[in-house]
């Protein structure tokens, strides 16, 4: 369902889908005494990662103080704000809900007061037993703000024994499954967590004696901190005054990287799992060419998450690499389309194809995924009109044919065009002369021979973590209409 089409009460998602899923960044940091400044700064280079609303929640003298907003990081953080958020220790978070949810109360950090202080938790993933986890709470008398997933982790924390913040997490993360990187801060202490398939990317830096954990390793550039390692999948790391205390309290799991935060996700100029993402996507891309060839005259990006992927195409292949497409990167929301309907009026808002590049020209058009396949099709359609005289679509990985449950934004299986149709039909539905994918192995060829450790479950329906969650309502009761 629409989030327009939704009534103002009791509106209700079903969970047949990416539930209440979340493609975010967190960050923290502890030990500067420009902490909420340097997550602002962390968060702002992790912009790509989540739009719909931002948080920043700092600790002083032995509070909590916190703000957050909804839009992008620099409308939500105007500098008088920064300053109020004192302290040397902060978490920050950006969201993009799937749910569609655009709330304030929805978004993060969560800031409760619970039996043992003030507390902020901060999530990048999708948990698959929320529901069923929120269903044994509520029996038992809690009572829930938001719809977020991330708030079960809360009452669990509060629910559990123990001295220690990091006793209570650990108790608390034993009893969820599925995708989470999360930092948390009390006025004490910032602490990072990773599942134990390690779904999403978690990395630790550092700036002399400050710490900063972050999503990617672009926000860790910015701010000028030094890449130190990955936070492990499975570990839970507390830092205190006293220093870094690291525990892995779960049973191992077989490792299960998303792979598609190598396709499309992460920022290029980043470091995940290990690697640089503009290497491996160039690396699809020369892959792409092998498997793929195309009798052509350019190789030309759907920009900007198709660039490192064609530049490998046109050096495999030996043919010119082009910008026959060009993106407005100032595009922020949506416009009422003018009246005297103008031709894909919508994906021209957004990108132009240049005529005096693509006019007469045999063309390869490189993108990284289709999803359903409608803002594929407009490209085309824009290449040929620009003059093209053949359009094949490249795809530097393969069919996207099933939903996404841990964390990142993909419509319902049945949206997916992959999963109705062939590739022969998708070439016809997105009007290409030809449309070539990256084969399931040639994803991994990037990995030289040593396959495994990755999550690939929107290209094969393979889940490493099984969804309890499916078939559940994820019931929203309360709308505030002032948010609306
Ligand atoms: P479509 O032609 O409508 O299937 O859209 C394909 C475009 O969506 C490609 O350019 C992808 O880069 C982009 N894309 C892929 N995955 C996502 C995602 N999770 N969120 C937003 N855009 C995406």
């Not at 619970?114 to 037993?129: D, P």
């Not at 799991?253 to 290990?274: H, I, L, M, N, T």
């Not at 949206?415 to 149709?421: F, M, N």
Request: glycine share 10%; proline share 5%; with cysteine.
């Amino acid at each position: 369902m629409n989030r327009t089409e939704w009534p103002i009460t009791g509106c209700e998602q079903p969970l047949d889908r990416d539930g209440f899923g979340e493609k975010c960044a967190v960050v923290g940091v502890f030990g500067h005494p420009e902490a909420a400044n340097l997550a602002y700064l962390s968060l702002y280079a992790m912009q790509h990662r989540g739009q719909e609303g931002s948080g920043i929640v700092s600790a002083h003298e032995g509070i909590l103080l916190s703000h957050r907003g909804l839009g992008l990081v620099a409308d939500v953080f105007p500098e008088h704000i920064i300053r109020q958020l004192k302290g040397s220790a902060a978490i920050g978070h950006n969201r993009y809900s799937t749910s569609g949810q655009t709330l304030l109360k929805n978004t993060q950090p969560f800031v409760v007061e619970y039996g043992r202080g003030g507390l902020a938790v901060a999530h990048n993933g999708n948990l698959v037993n929320a529901l069923e986890l929120r269903e044994q709470l509520e029996a038992s008398g809690s009572i829930f703000q938001s719809n977020v997933d991330t708030e079960v982790i809360i009452h669990l924390m509060a629910n559990a024994k123990g001295d220690r913040t990091i006793d209570r997490v650990c108790a608390a993360l034993a009893r969820v499954r599925g995708a989470y990187s999360l930092v948390f801060l009390t006025p004490r202490e910032l602490l990072a967590a990773r599942d134990p398939y390690g779904f999403r990317p978690l990395v630790l830096g550092r700036i002399k004696d400050a710490w900063i954990v972050a999503s990617e390793t672009c926000a860790l550039d910015l701010i000028g901190a030094t890449y130190e390692r990955e936070i492990e999948p499975g570990e839970v790391l507390c830092i205190s005054a006293s220093g870094l205390e690291s525990l892995h309290p779960f049973p191992r799991q077989p490792r299960a990287a998303c792979v598609f935060e190598y396709v499309y996700f992460a920022r290029p100029d980043s470091k995940v799992f290990g690697r640089n993402v503009y290497e491996v996507r160039k690396e699809l891309g020369r892959q792409l060419a092998r498997e793929q060839p195309a009798d052509a005259d350019i190789v030309i990006p759907v920009p900007d998450s198709g660039v490192p992927a064609a530049l490998g195409y046109a050096e495999e292949s030996g043919l010119p690499f082009e910008m026959g497409l060009i993106r407005n990167h100032y595009v922020g929301r949506t416009f009422t389309e003018p009246r005297d309907s103008i031709r894909h009026f919508g994906v021209k808002v957004k990108l132009n194809a240049q005529a005096d590049v693509l006019r007469g020209k045999r063309v390869v058009i490189v993108d990284d995924s289709i999803v359903r396949g409608t803002t594929s099709k407009k490209i085309v359609q824009m290449v040929r009109q620009a003059g093209a005289t053949a359009v094949h679509m490249r795809i530097s990985s393969p069919p996207t044919i099933a939903s996404c449950f841990y964390g990142v934004d993909t419509p319902t299986t049945e949206e997916l065009v992959a999963s109705r149709l062939p590739v022969e039909e998708i070439c016809r539905f997105i009007t290409a002369d030809s449309l070539g994918y990256l084969s399931e192995a040639g994803l991994y060829a990037f990995l030289r021979g040593q396959r495994g450790g990755f999550c690939d479950a929107c290209f094969t329906g393979r889940y490493p973590v099984p969804v309890t969650d499916l078939g559940r309502k994820n019931q929203l009761w309360l709308f505030e209409v002032a948010e609306v």
